[in-house]
């Protein structure tokens, strides 16, 4: 099995910044893609950001140039390194990693909890 566990939310103000960690454990081989989505209620589930295996990264529009996703292999973990944020950047955010558990076996998406990112004066 594997699991994935995030922190780093919280409440902060306009303008503030956080950093939010993924750190996988358990059964695994390789790990490719790692990402970042966020929920808000009644919406669906977006991407924020991803980065690969090789650290090519792509982010949405709405946070580019103030978040950065990166990741340590060695620890199987990613990070999101969240700058200047804005009310609209409210939401639950989940990390997901697309793992192999060994080298003959195809890899599957697994997903994080979820953590509250509040951003409000």
């Known amino acids: 099995q594997v699991q994935l566990v995030e922190s780093g939310g919280g409440l902060v103000q306009p303008g503030g910044s956080l950093r939010l960690s993924c750190t996988a454990s358990g059964s695994i081989f390789s790990i490719d893609t790692m990402g970042w989505y966020r929920q808000v209620p009644g919406n669906e589930r977006e991407l924020v950001a991803v980065i690969s295996n090789g650290g090519g990264t792509d982010y949405a529009d709405s946070v580019k140039a103030r978040f950065t996703i990166s990741r340590d292999n060695a620890k199987n973990t990613v990070y999101l390194q969240m700058n200047n944020l804005e009310p609209e950047d409210t939401a639950v955010y989940y990390c997901?990693?697309?793992?192999?558990?060994?080298?003959?076996?195809?890899?599957?998406?697994?997903w994080g909890q979820g953590t509250q990112v509040t951003v409000s004066s």
């Open positions: 997901s990693m697309d793992i192999k558990r060994s080298i003959s076996r195809a890899s599957r998406t697994s």
